[in-house]
C-alpha cells in the first residue's frame, strides 16, 4: 500500500493562498481515490474534497467550494490542495488520505498521511 506525507502548510493572512501537496510512495498510487480533510483544535476530522482515482470525479465540502482546488499527479504520485481566498475559519491540521474501491462519500479511508497545519490569521 503507499504512504503519504504532506508538505506546503504555515501561516498565511486571511485573503492568502496556500497549495498543499501530498507525496504517495509506491506504484499503485493510480489506483487510490484520494481526500483532504481537516480538523480545527477541539473538533472532529472532516472531509474538505476528494478526487477519484483517474480524476473525472470530483467533490468539495459547501464550505470550501469555489475558493479550494483539489488535483493530481499520477505521474508525480502526487495531490495537490489549491487553498484561495483563506479564512481564519480554514485553520486547522490537513491530513491527505487515500482509499481503493468505492468513491462514493462516506466510505471510510483507510490510509492516512501524518498532516501539516495550516494557520490563517486574521
Known amino acids: 500500500q503507499v504512504q503519504l506525507v504532506e508538505s506546503g502548510g504555515g501561516l498565511v493572512q486571511a485573503g492568502g493562498s496556500l497549495r498543499l501537496s501530498c507525496a504517495a510512495s509506491?506504484?499503485?498510487?493510480?489506483?487510490?481515490?484520494m481526500g483532504w480533510f481537516r480538523q480545527a483544535p477541539g473538533k472532529e476530522r472532516d472531509l474538505v474534497a476528494t478526487i477519484s482515482s483517474n480524476g473525472d470525479r470530483i467533490y468539495y465540502v459547501d464550505s470550501v467550494k469555489g475558493r479550494f482546488s483539489i488535483s493530481r499527479d499520477n505521474a508525480k504520485n502526487t495531490v495537490y490542495l489549491q487553498m484561495n481566498s483563506l479564512k481564519p475559519e480554514d485553520t486547522a491540521v490537513y491530513y491527505c488520505?487515500?482509499?481503493?474501491?468505492?468513491?462514493?462519500?462516506?466510505?471510510?479511508?483507510?490510509?492516512w498521511g501524518q498532516g501539516t497545519q495550516v494557520t490563517v490569521s486574521s
Open positions: 509506491g506504484r499503485t498510487f493510480s489506483r487510490y481515490h
Open positions: 488520505a487515500a482509499k481503493t474501491g468505492l468513491f462514493r462519500i462516506g466510505v471510510p479511508y483507510d490510509i
